[in-house]
């Protein structure tokens, strides 16, 4: 999920100031990581948690207070990630469902359950509980899907044509309109709908992990959580990521953040 966590800080320099530019400089000394990397960060722990006994069979009740318990949790611990005002209202509260949210923060944070899912199924499942515990909102629900989804087709082997297909065709995306058409226009949009499918293209259009980062921060839209997610595809497609940013990524991480990430990559590896 490093993929993910990369994407996330090299995008958090420009959701202030957004660029169009597909060259702009990269993890600066502002870069930082935000929510979604928390968040993830979140979401890959409470899948660590879970007993392997109860691995396939653990019911929607139990599987929503696992996440709820850990999003809060790390929430809490890192209060000024830059959360929704929604999202800190649920944070401070003992909520475990949902305030109805059609935002990209269920999506930005579903990655590792593409990365661990045994199925393509069990990936749709446990997005959906995952993401139920705060956005709630179908759209919400369907990015938080639609990104696990693409992360464990990307991680299966399956081409970017195959991808493309199934994402569209499961989640009613338009993943077919350029991303030149789709950059001059384009402004902030933090919710689903309008962000995880030009993160989608983004990663459908890169080369490698590097282009698709910038392919997705030069929409000028919300920066990094759409590189997150573009970047969570590319490292499950590309299977590598470039080494100096890895270096320089960890550096930035909390320490317990690092261990998270080192124990989830032992266990599921790519």
Known sequence: MLGAII???????YEARATKDNRAPLLGRDAHFTDDTVL???VADALLHRTPARWHIMEGK???????????????????????????????????????????G??????????????LEWAMREARWSAEVTHSH????????????????????????SIRAQIARRFGYRLDTPL??????????????????QAMIAFFESEDYEDAIRNAISLGGDSDTQACIA????QAFYRSLPQPWVETVRLRLDSGFRQVIDLFAQRFPL
Do not use: C
């Open 7 to 13: 994407g996330d800080i090299a995008g958090s320099e």
């Open 40 to 42: 993830t960060v979140a």
């Open 62 to 104: 139990s599987a929503h207070a696992s996440y709820a318990q850990h999003i809060r949790a790390y929430g809490r611990r890192f209060p000024h990630a830059g959360y929704g005002q929604q999202f800190q209202v649920w944070l401070a509260s003992d909520a475990t469902r949902g305030y109805g949210s059609y935002g990209n």
């Open 106 to 119: 269920a999506a930005m944070r579903a990655s590792p359950i593409g990365l661990a899912a045994p199925s």
């Open 138 to 161: 179908p759209q919400g629900v369907r990015g938080a899907q639609a990104v696990a989804a693409a992360v464990f087709l990307a991680r299966s082997g399956e081409s970017k044509a």
């Open 180 to 197: 030149e058409r789709i950059r001059p226009d384009y402004r902030f949009d933090s919710s689903a709908q309008g962000s995880v499918p």
């Open 231 to 234: 970047g969570a595809v590319a």
